[in-house]
């Protein structure tokens, strides 16, 4: 769920946005004459009714004429089928074809963010981007279903219905019509109201979920500072507002329906005085009266309905406009022109002064330079901050150097078929993501390539054999929300066994800082070496035993590599450091 | 089901006033809108007989007149009914929060919290339309149907009852259909959450699927997930083209019969045509009641399930206070273990088990171990976010369950595990723990002054707004670090006797570690403090150091006797000193 909404813009209608909605129609040009036609069909019956009521009071009934009183009903029956098909014919065209245009965005903004580069993903929350593809989509259903088609449907009506009143008798008509511009000027005042009020109730709705939300999540803080009363004061100081913003909006529904109620009185009153006078003179029979008052009932309908529909209306407009943001952001990181894609890549990596910030000011890595030969394991250790992910980040394209250089195997990486590239590299994270499904499908992701064998092997030379066998359900058991049923350290093992099923020229290693309990750290040191076996490594190293098992170690401070000499007590078998001045790596001593 | 309303009784009861007032206009309101086809039929009649003009044009007035009052009391009805369907709305909703907060943690984390926002807003809101609207179209489309039906049969009860032939399938239909579509709405909606945990999971992995190349992939998944809701609502569709549809064939089949049978009594003149015509409005004005009432059983279905749902939390009971008679003395600050041993509900094993150890007031315990090793329960019991078992765990010698809740946290400050901020300003985020509002100089000053002892306040110069920017979506975005220097300030200004840390400085880098922790001596000097670590460099000078594994002590000390007995702490102390070397090379 979506806690914080989007406000709603001021505006109502925009036709730019409206023009560019009525776009995912024309594929379904067919579909949507048809619903048109039906509904022109469906209207169409139902303002004959009243005419036949008419014919049959006036001509049969007046007459006694019971075979002519038959032929009435028997037509009048007809039409009420006729009515039911088309009306059903309408509503399913209509609502499937919504279903089809919605399936297609919802589509479309799936597969625009998954071009969109990191940054995107920086910048906006995962909440706000499921509700693009979400929420969004499905409040335009009310625009293609309930909006464009009834709306005009209501409009063909309320036109139907004048020219029948206009063709039956034209002065009754301008009678009738008399009562409009007081009729528009009440619908016009509820919309500006009822618009002004449900933007407020929105936003306080939003307020009360976003209150609601973080309390529930952090309610032990505030148990445990005592804050329980300070806290309700204030959820209840929402809570009064939106009471209150409702109960003031509900004046104008109120006034609403039975304004519209008496003007349809003050029309039927007229038509009754002007319509006996002339009927008296014997200028209109009684059964045009008798339709004119039916048919002066259902001339106020649709203008009731047009404004209630406005506020549907606006959120749909205010979500296309949301989703129409992401559609039109272009990707920012693009394949090149001509991709390469070296035809025998090794996974030689150099960092030649490489210069980069997240946000084009605060440099994470300053002039970084360094090489890597095929099979060399390096760790990377320093503070938090120091820039130790951005290598990692950089290396796998996520994102795009300032300055400077990264080449794989020679050729710089914004040249390098992206996908080409990204296969090279194994990627371990220190926050192990799970995907809700079964463990083999953790394990395989969606690379239908790798088989049941390959997964049982992975995860059996990664030690996760067993504890995925003591599941019920082995590696077809499916996982809870994130993983819930498993400890961290079994979750550290999936991954291992994630990336050794992918069986990349190189594995990159985000290493967890917190430790597990003593039996499953033996167990992940021995994972590691199993899958560090054979391969380039680059490592955040917070272990020990990880650091130890390196051939070289990157020391960055504060986007630097640093010298090696600062290094003390330091003795096992790889050789350290390098500086930022020169390329070159000391490699095993 | 009729538990469960007269559970609501209490909060209808009070707004009986406007319930009252509300139900009174229906019935007037009513009364009035079935009296105007009677005035139609006059017209007709009288127009027929060659009435004169002048009595015609008091009908007409007369309509006019009756939908002004028919207005003004429908007017009434609204604001009254939905008016206190909004204060019902109100207190239930101020009440199940006022609830939520009593509940004990095992509460928040065996019921997700998406589970529980379900229930306070979807819940809440069905629980409303039950008490508002359902309870205003059922009282009035009731008294319509009764009424309009009445005078129908004044008219003609032959034509009545054939008129009424069509209309109990109206009803059941309304009934078949609206259960049907809800099920297939219940059905859409959760393969809408499904559909949304793809994304979710999608986009929150953004990295490992782009690591992997698994776009493709994601985007074949999603549109499984897309086909199979665009699936499931064509299902409902199909459902409700045929709903309106059939109600319109239904009432149109009644219209057909008044027709014919209404014209055929009229040839034969026992019926006016006046009669016929004001006959045909009342049946008009009882195709409404007839499709309200199918959806007002709906809604009361529907409210019912939702108010049970609801109760389900308003019953859980909250935390238990069970305070001796024994008169409690202001807190100092000496804690005690007595084999404490804990087990979560539903594990196989203890998390603790037999833990004992004796802290003078004024002093520091400091318990390290691996992650699961049982540190962060220990705080936890203490603070009796969980319950202790009776009889091991003391604050000045009383039982910690002995003491009243509110006391005992009145004499602690926490910085839990995982540094939790509101998204509201900085400043009001290290002032949470006291009863006071950010912005007066007085809380500034006294926020600056936590700030500093927390080292954060180099951080805080650097946002745009200070200690008043806005944390979380709508402002900045704090880094693990600050959030936990954040949570820190916020205890330190509490100012309280015991200070508990629960592995708070984790995600700090270990410069700003040793600024905190040489801020922290001045506190310690005067506090109780508890603190759960991973580094040694915050525990090794705590007056007892605990380590835990698997739930035991295994090692008790103070920091050199710990290096001397050359075990896990000290193999431990070896190990990071190495890794902080390497960091700070």
């Known amino acids: 769920m979506s806690v914080i909404d989007d406000p709603l813009p001021a505006k109502g209608y925009d036709a730019r946005l409206m023009r560019r909605l009525v776009t995912y129609l ?12 039906a509904i022109l069909l469906s209207s169409a019956a139902e303002l004959v009714q009243p005419w036949i009521t008419q014919q049959a009071i006036d ?27 088309a009306e059903y014919a309408q509503t399913l065209i209509l609502q499937t074809t919504g ?116 309390h529930l999540t952090g309610m032990a803080v505030v148990q445990l500072f005592n804050q329980e009363e300070r806290t309700r004061r204030r959820f209840g100081a929402i809570n009064r507002e939106h009471r209150d913003v409702n109960i003031a909006s509900i004046f104008y529904y109120a006034l609403f329906y039975p304004l519209i109620e008496i003007i349809a009185a003050v029309s039927g009153a007229l038509i009754i005085w002007y319509g006996t006078g002339w009927a008296r003179e014997g200028t209109i029979t009684v059964g045009v009266l008798v339709a004119f008052l039916q048919y002066s009932r259902r001339f106020f309908q649709p203008i009731a309905d047009l404004s209630e529909k406005f506020n549907v209306m606006q959120a749909a407009m205010a979500a296309a406009e949301r989703i129409f943001g992401v559609l039109d952001t272009p990707p920012a990181l693009l394949d090149p022109a001509a991709p390469v894609v070296p035809a025998d890549a090794r ?26 030969e095929p099979g060399q394991r390096v760790g990377i250790v320093g503070a938090t901050g120091s820039g130790k992910t951005t290598l990692i980040n950089l290396l796998l ?95 550290q093992l999936l991954s291992f066994a994630r990336a050794l099923a992918f069986d990349p020229a190189v594995l990159l290693l985000d290493e967890a800082t917190s430790s597990v309990d003593t039996a499953t750290e033996v167990l992940i040191e021995d994972a590691l070496h199993v899958i560090m076996s054979g391969r380039t490594v680059l490592a955040i190293a917070h272990r ?46 | 089901m009729i538990k469960a309303l007269e559970r609501l009784l209490p909060y209808i009861t009070r707004v009986r006033r406007p319930v009252a007032l509300g139900l009174a206009c229906i019935l007037f309101a009513t009364a009035i809108s079935l009296v105007s086809p009677w005035l139609l039929k006059f017209v007709v009649d009288g127009l027929l007989r060659g009435e004169d003009r002048t009595r015609l044009a008091w009908y007409a007035l007369g309509i006019v007149g009756l939908a002004v009052a028919d207005g003004a009391f429908r007017y009434f009805m609204r604001t009254q009914l939905i008016g206190a369907s909004r204060q019902i709305e109100y207190d239930l909703r101020a009440e199940f929060f006022a609830h939520l907060e009593r509940l004990p943690q095992a509460y928040f984390e065996a019921n997700r919290t998406g589970d529980l926002m379900s229930r306070a807003t979807n819940d809440l809101s069905a629980v409303r339309m039950m008490v508002g609207p359902a309870l205003m179209y059922f009282a009035s489309t009731a008294l319509g149907f009764v009424v309009a039906v009445a005078i129908m049969c004044s008219i003609d009860a032959r034509l009545t009852l054939i008129a009424l032939l069509p209309l109990p399938g109206v009803t059941l239909g309304t009934r078949y259909f609206g259960r049907a579509i809800h099920d297939r709405f219940e059905r859409i909606q959760a393969q809408l959450s499904d559909m949304s945990a793809v994304v979710q999971e999608a986009l929150a992995g953004v990295r490992v699927v782009r690591a992997y190349g698994q776009e493709p992939a994601e985007v074949a998944r999603f549109a499984r997930a897309n086909d199979e809701y665009v699936r499931r609502n064509r299902g409902l569709i199909r459902l409700q083209a045929a709903f309106y549809p059939t109600l319109t064939l239904c009432f149109g089949l009644s219209g057909v019969l008044v027709l014919w049978f209404g014209g055929r009594d009229v040839m034969r003149g026992t019926m006016t045509l006046g009669e016929f015509v004001a006959f045909g409005r009342y049946l008009v004005l009882l195709s409404w009641p007839l499709i309200a009432f199918g959806w007002v059983i709906n809604l009361v279905q529907r409210g019912v399930a939702s108010w049970e749902r609801m109760l389900e939390v308003l019953d859980a009971p909250g935390i238990v206070e069970t305070p001796s008679t024994a008169v409690s003395t202001p807190i100092r600050g000496a804690i005690e273990a007595r084999h404490l041993s804990f087990r979560y509900p539903g594990a196989e094993t203890d998390a603790l088990s037999d833990v004992s150890f004796v802290l003078e007031a004024g002093e520091t ?74 912005g007066s100089d007085e809380t500034r000053s006294l926020v600056a002054r936590a700030a500093e002892g927390a080292v954060l306040s ?79 460099s915050a525990v090794r000078d705590a007056d007892l150091i605990l380590v835990l594994a698997a739930g035991r002590v295994i090692e008790r000390g103070t920091h050199e006797s710990l290096v001397a007995l050359n075990g896990l702490y000290a193999d431990l102390e070896r190990r990071q000193r190495l890794e902080d070397e390497l960091a700070h090379a």
Not at chain 1, 111 to 120: G, I, M, V
Not at chain 1, 548 to 574: C, F, T
């Open chain 1, 26 to 37: 024309r594929p379904h040009a067919g579909a949507v004459t048809l619903a048109a036609g």
């Open chain 1, 59 to 85: 001509r049969d009934i007046a007459r006694g004429d019971v075979p002519g009183l038959a032929r009435m009903v028997t037509i009048y029956l007809g039409l009420l089928v006729f009515g039911f098909v």
């Open chain 1, 99 to 214: 279903q089809h245009i919605l399936h297609r965005l919802r589509a479309q903004v799936y597969a625009h963010l998954q071009k969109l580069e990191l940054r995107y993903y920086d910048r906006h929350p995962v909440g706000r981007l499921m509700t693009r593809v979400t929420t969004d989509v499905d409040a335009l259903n009310e625009l293609f279903t309930s909006g464009v088609i009834t709306v005009l449907g209501d409009l063909l009506a309320l036109t139907g219905i004048m020219v029948a009143m206009l063709f039956m008798n034209w002065r009754l008509a301008l009678v009738a019509f008399s009562v409009l511009p007081l009729i528009l000027w009440v619908a016009h005042w509820f919309r500006t109201n009822v618009r002004e009020s449900y933007r407020r109730v929105r936003g306080l709705v939003a307020r009360l979920n976003a209150f609601l939300q973080e």
């Open chain 1, 347 to 372: 996974g030689r990596i150099q960092f030649d002064h490489v210069w980069f910030a997240y946000d084009d000011e605060h440099f994470v890595l300053k002039d970084v330079s360094f090489t890597i």
């Open chain 1, 397 to 491: 394209r996520f994102y795009d150097v300032q300055r400077g250089r990264v080449l794989v195997d020679g050729v710089d990486v914004r040249e390098w078929d992206v996908r080409a590239l990204r296969r090279l590299f194994g990627l371990v994270l220190q926050d192990v993501h799970l995907f809700s499904g079964t463990i083999a499908d953790n394990i395989r992701l969606g690379e239908q390539m790798i088989d049941d064998a390959a997964i049982a092997r992975a995860a059996d030379a990664v030690h996760a054999h067993d504890f995925i066998m003591a599941r019920p359900g082995g590696y077809a058991s499916t996982l809870a929300e994130r993983g819930a049923s498993l400890s961290v350290g079994q979750k």
């Open chain 1, 544 to 589: 020990l035993s990880t650091i130890q098992d390196m051939d070289v170690i990157l020391v960055l401070h504060k986007g630097e590599l640093r010298s090696r000499d600062a290094i003390r007590n330091w003795s096992p078998r790889a050789g350290c450091i390098t500086g930022s001045t020169n390329s070159s790596i000391a490699t095993r001593q």
């Open chain 2, 365 to 438: 315990l400091a318990i390290v171990g691996a992650t699961g090793s049982g540190k962060s329960t220990l705080v936890q019991l203490l603070s009796r976010l969980r319950e202790p078992p009776p009889g091991t765990l003391f604050v000045d010698g009383m039982d910690v369950r002995d003491r009243p809740l509110a006391e005992l946290r009145a004499a602690m400050a926490v910085v839990p595990q995982e540094a939790f901020l509101f998204s509201e300003t900085v400043g009001g985020n290290i002032l949470f723990g006291v009863d006071a509002d950010w």
């Open chain 2, 458 to 536: 180099d951080d805080v110069s650097g946002f745009a707004d200070r200690f008043d920017t806005v944390v979380g979506e709508r402002g900045i975005t704090l880094s693990g670090g600050q959030k936990q220097r954040v949570a820190l300030a916020r205890a330190m200004l509490t100012d309280r006797q015991i200070l508990l840390l629960d592995d708070t400085m984790s995600a700090v880098d270990t410069a700003t570690e040793s600024a905190i922790l040489h801020q922290l001596r001045d506190v310690r000097r005067s506090r109780t403090c508890v603190i759960v670590a991973h580094r040694i």
